[in-house]
């Protein structure tokens, strides 16, 4: 079985989010262990798995995604280097394709000019409390905490664009904490500039210490900063060590999240792996 590695919201090998891909033929998924084994193995912040379905329920195609410890209710990183798998083999061309997934039908449409949108829902970003322990555990203060509904992760306000990347979080006391995993963002120091807010996601409780590029956080992220910024069409930049940007639009409860993709490594399974 194929199996490639394939670096997501970037132009360039070695940036953005790594995201591993099994396109499988059968119309059947394989045994659940035997996924959560192979995306163990490879050891990325998510690897999908992605068959054909038929086109039942406006879904032409469907996708699981699993971290190295879990199954994965959504995840934008994976799903774009799916859709440029797919391309690359030639089985989606032009128009939306639709992907059954644990978060309804995901959409998503290759561009002429390479890059590739997804239409994800929206999620909400609540006020809440903050955490006891949060603070101390990013090492930063907190302006304000706020729920992300079915996304699972709490979406936390620092003062600035420095703050955000300066964090060096104790991984440790973040995965203690009673959360999925914990956005952290600021405005840019330019907003006219190519990008208006920064992030960063950690979530050790899931075995991502800290992901790259996170395009479901982004759900959240993209009505938050337009409640705050105004407009409908934004850019985030994901301020990890290999950095990705996120270009995101509102439009009637959904967000579409658009980015490039690299393929950066190909192989096959061991037949002994394989089944």
């Known amino acids: 079985m194929r199996i490639r590695v394939i670096d997501a919201f970037t132009d360039r090998p070695f940036a953005g989010n790594p995201a591993a891909v099994c396109v499988l033929d059968g119309p059947d998924w394989p045994e659940e262990g035997w996924m959560r084994r192979v995306a163990a193995e490879v050891n990325l912040s998510e690897t999908a798995f992605v068959r054909p379905a038929g086109g039942d329920g406006g879904a032409g195609w469907a996708l699981r995604w699993f971290t190295p410890t ?12 799916t859709v440029h798998a797919l391309r690359a ?8 394709a639709g992907f059954a997934s644990m978060s309804g039908v995901l959409r998503a449409r290759p561009e002429p000019d390479g890059t590739i949108t997804l239409d994800f829902p ?3 970003h609540d006020a809440v409390p903050t955490p006891a322990g949060l603070p101390e555990a990013l090492g930063a203060a907190v302006l304000g905490a706020f729920d992300t509904g079915a996304l699972g992760d709490l979406l936390v306000l620092l003062a600035d664009e420095k703050a955000v990347r300066s964090l060096t979080p104790d991984i440790g006391a973040i995965g203690a904490l009673p959360l999925r995993g914990v956005i952290v963002t600021a405005p840019a120091d330019d907003p006219s500039g190519p990008y208006q807010f920064v992030s960063r996601f950690f979530g050790p409780a899931v075995g991502i210490p800290e992901d790259p590029v996170t395009g479901s956080a982004h759900t959240a992220l993209a009505p938050f900063w337009a409640a705050r910024l105004g407009g409908t069409r934004l850019t985030g ?3 990890s060590a290999r950095g990705g940007l996120v270009v995101c639009e509102l439009t009637a409860g959904r967000v579409l999240l658009s980015g490039s993709a690299v393929t950066v490594l190909e192989g096959v399974l061991s037949p002994s792996a394989a089944s």
């Not at 083999?89 to 939306?96: H, K, P």
């Open 237 to 239: 930049y994901q301020a």
């Open 122 to 124: 929206a999620n909400p």
């Open 70 to 81: 879990e199954e994965a209710n959504l995840c934008g990183h994976a799903t774009l280097a």
């Open 89 to 96: 083999d030639g089985l989606l061309t032009e128009g939306w």
